[in-house]
């Protein structure tokens, strides 16, 4: 397994630099749109079958 066939932890900055908090993203995921509060993706199964999600951003403190 690569490090590509891993979940993997974004960091969420604005546009000044300021962390936000973080979101994960599961392995063979693409991302289609971010907003200020999701990230929207298709991730793809084991089968190739693509499946539309939602990952909210988890706020920092």
Known sequence: MSEAD???E???LDV???WLGTIE???RFSVTD???ETVLG???DEFDVEHPQ???LTRGP
Do not use: E, N
Request: charged content about 25%; glycine content about 4%; hydrophobic content about 50%.
């Open 6 to 8: 891993r979940p993997q």
């Open 10 to 12: 974004w960091l969420v």
């Open 16 to 18: 000044d630099g300021i």
């Open 25 to 27: 993203v599961p392995d």
């Open 34 to 36: 971010i907003t200020m």
């Open 42 to 44: 298709v991730w793809s």
């Open 54 to 56: 939602v990952r909210r």
